[in-house]
Every structure is written in C-alpha cells, then in structure tokens.
Nanobody
Framework: VQLQAYGGGLVQAGGSLRLSCANS????????VAWFRQAPGLEREFVAA????????AYADSVKGRFTISKDYTKSTVNLQMNSLQREDTATYYC??????????????????WGQGTLVTVSS
C-alpha cells in the first residue's frame, strides 16, 4: 500500500474542499482507510474512516453531517468531501490504511500505512 493524499488548499469558512487518497500499491482489499488531521501543537486526531470491503464508515463527532468519506473502486481512491468548513478544521490532513478491529478504527496506532499530509487552511 502506497498512499498519496492531495486536494488541500485555502478556503473561506463555509466553503468546501475534497481531499483524495490514492493508492499506488497493492489494492485496499480488506483494509480500512482513514483520514486524520493534525493542527499545530495538537495531537493527530481521527476524522473519518471507511472499510474498503463493505463500505462501513465512521466519523468524528466534530465532522458528522459536514464531511463524507467515500471510495472509488475504479481509481483505488478514498475521498473526503468536506462541506461547511470552519476555522477549527484548519490542519494538515493525513490518509492512512490498516486493518483495525472495530473498536480501534479511530486509533492512530491501528494504521500502519500513511500518506504525506495535505494542508487545509480555512480562513474567516
């Protein structure tokens, strides 16, 4: 699994961005793919995850109803559609892949493959 995250940028509060995580290695197959984010001085935190097989999703409470994670089989890509962005969403966003058990799906330690970060900046 080789991940590349892209799609970040500068957006005004209330706007939208779509992040993508492309896999150039072996297929995701039985993996879960997740997005985490890290703001300066803060710990990396879970945003959303999707199981490649079956499509079960999970979201952080702070993004529920605003962010949507989805997968594109044809492109072996996981997308994160972010709407109604707030200044608090400003962070570097990372995609990750792993085989977490259900109770671990929101844990950084459950993911062994990470892409480089993509910066999202939300201005007021």
């Amino acid at each position: 699994v080789q991940l590349q995250a892209y799609g970040g940028g500068l957006v005004q509060a209330g706007g939208s961005l779509r992040l993508s995580c492309a896999n150039s290695g072996r297929t995701f197959s039985d993996y879960a793919v997740a997005w985490f984010r890290q703001a300066p001085g803060l710990e990396r935190e879970f945003v959303a995850a999707i199981r490649w097989s079956g499509g079960t999703t999970a979201y952080a409470d702070s993004v529920k109803g605003r962010f949507t994670i989805s997968k594109d089989y044809t492109k072996s890509t996981v997308n994160l559609q972010m709407n109604s962005l707030q200044r608090e969403d400003t962070a570097t966003y990372y995609c990750a892949a792993g085989r977490p058990i259900f109770s671990e799906i929101k844990k950084v330690r459950a993911y062994g493959y990470w892409g480089q970060g993509t910066l999202v900046t939300v201005s007021s």
